[in-house]
């Protein structure tokens, strides 16, 4: 939960029914910027604030809020992100309907290495697997 700290504002924007847009987004995109912001001031045994800060760059740089590469995201906003995006994808949406989990862990599977750390879809994907009783939820 601590990863989408934003404001009230942000947080409506993303029960809209239909897209974003452009301002809309740019909205959006501010919100690690404000989960940092927020946790900063905090002592936690952890990097939390960095975390949460970076938990939106991609691999490849295509990320945001500073395009950081590979191994300039820390570790834990690299698994934040893959976790992030699959409960995304797996969670029922005002302007869209939830993937079933395959789909989702195929769509991971898909952009590890460009967006998301290799090992830890790889990661994502035993635990996945190893949760599944057969069925799609």
């Not at 501010?30 to 905090?42: A, F, M, N, Q, T």
């Not at 002592?43 to 938990?55: C, E, G, R, S, V």
């Not at 834990?76 to 079933?100: N, V």
Request: one cysteine or more; glycine letters at 6%; proline letters at 8%.
């Amino acid at each position: 939960m601590l990863h989408t700290l934003d404001p009230d504002c942000a947080k409506d924007i993303v029960r809209y029914p239909s897209g974003l847009t452009p301002t809309e987004y740019e909205l959006v995109k501010k919100h690690p910027e404000y989960g940092r912001d927020i946790l900063s001031p905090l002592n936690f045994p952890w990097p939390l604030a960095d975390i949460i800060l970076q938990h939106h760059e991609r691999i490849d740089g295509s990320g945001y809020p500073a395009g950081l590469k590979k191994d300039e995201i820390c570790i834990e906003a690299r698994i934040l992100a893959a976790a992030d995006s699959f409960d995304a994808m797996t969670s029922e949406r005002p302007y869209r309907e939830k993937m079933p989990t395959s789909r989702a862990m195929a769509e991971i599977r898909l952009l590890a290495g460009r967006a998301y750390d290799p090992d830890v879809a790889a990661a994502l994907e035993a635990l996945v697997a190893e949760d599944l009783d057969g069925s799609e939820k």
